[in-house]
């Protein structure tokens, strides 16, 4: 049930959030085996995403073959690692979504989830009459998680009573089998305290998911935002018993950027959220710095990042 009385009574210390994340990020470091090990669970929570205009089937394939393939064994090797490893999912426009099924059966890696970005990416401008039958096409075409975009009007004016029937009517689009994750966008939300109030408001509409960011923003994923959001996970669990995933999206480029989101969902969620299922990573240039350390790791030196990326 919506509770409005919950939502319009939070509230957010800004600077308290400020001070929380700078203590993260100066003193919560893992270094050696460690920092490698968590660059590997790092890669298995990576929605490896193509959201360009010229995106075409080829370009998916490769994608798909990156998300099925993601480090290559002569690493994974030398790392003492025995079975194979793929990213959390693919994520594509839905019209590339049967391409990218079709791509990863080939692959015989069909496990590998197929995610979509629907509802009027990435502005949201649009009538919810044109915005809930673009889920269904992409479920239809083979999608089993659904990025949605939120309406940020809405949040700005506060009407949150029509974000929820939204949002709810985009959750029964997507049917019981498929994730919803809802992208707040929160670059453009206003305020940390708009973030807190529109993470509570998706989660009680059923969202699988919250997402920070389209990427197309100005302001994009910021440890301060993933603070503001993991309470509101936490606080959503502790009140309805329910675990909601977090997927921070735009902007993490790096591996430092990877270890600093893994720790901050360990610091403030605990090891039940450090999981694909619960955490992912929306990134397109990540793996491949990903790679680049893991190599220096094993052989002491870095490689050019060319050797990496997809052609």
């Known amino acids: 049930e919506l509770d409005l009385g ?45 959201l360009s205009g010229d995106d075409t089937p080829s370009n998916v394939a490769r994608l798909c073959a990156k998300a099925a393939q993601p480090l290559s064994p002569d690493l994974l090797t030398a790392l003492g690692i ?25 692959l015989k890696a069909g496990h590998i989830p197929v995610a979509s970005v629907a509802t009027g990416f990435p502005s949201g401008q649009y009538h919810l009459s044109t915005r809930v039958p ?64 529109a993470s509570l408001v998706a989660m009680m509409a059923g969202s699988d998911f919250i997402k920070t960011s389209t990427g197309k923003e100005a302001v994009n994923a910021t440890l301060p935002v993933g603070i503001v959001m993991c309470r509101a996970i936490r606080d959503f669990h502790e009140r309805v018993g329910y675990k909601v995933g977090l997927k921070p999206a735009g902007g993490i480029r790096t591996s430092k950027d990877a270890i600093a989101w893994l720790i901050l969902i360990k610091e ?19 793996l491949t710095d990903i790679e680049r350390q893991l190599y220096h790791y094993v052989t002491g030196r870095y490689a050019a990042a060319s050797e990496f990326s997809m052609a």
């Not at 994340?21 to 490896?48: F, G, M, N, P």
């Not at 793929?86 to 979504?97: E, F, L, M, Q």
């Not at 039940?272 to 990540?286: K, N, P, T, V, Y």
């Open 82 to 106: 025995e079975q194979p490893i793929t990213t959390g999912a693919v994520c594509v426009y839905p019209a590339r979504v049967a391409d990218a099924v079709q791509a990863l059966a080939r």
């Open 6 to 50: 919950w939502i319009n009574s939070s509230c957010v210390n800004l600077s308290a959030v400020k001070r929380n994340a700078a203590k993260l990020q100066l003193h919560r470091t893992v270094k050696k085996e460690w920092q490698a090990a968590w660059l590997i669970r790092a890669v298995t929570c990576i929605d490896l995403t193509t």
């Open 268 to 286: 403030e969620l605990g090891t039940e959220w450090f999981d694909s299922h619960l955490f992912r990573i929306g990134a397109s240039g990540l």
């Open 134 to 197: 673009e889920i269904r096409y992409a479920v239809n075409a083979g999608a089993t998680e659904i990025d949605v975009v939120v309406d940020r009007s809405l949040v700005l004016m506060q009407q949150w009573a029509q974000l929820y029937q939204e949002l709810q009517q985009m959750k029964e689009a997507c049917g019981p089998n498929v994730y919803m994750k809802t992208i707040l966008a929160v670059g453009e939300c206003g305020s940390l305290c708009n973030v807190y109030k």
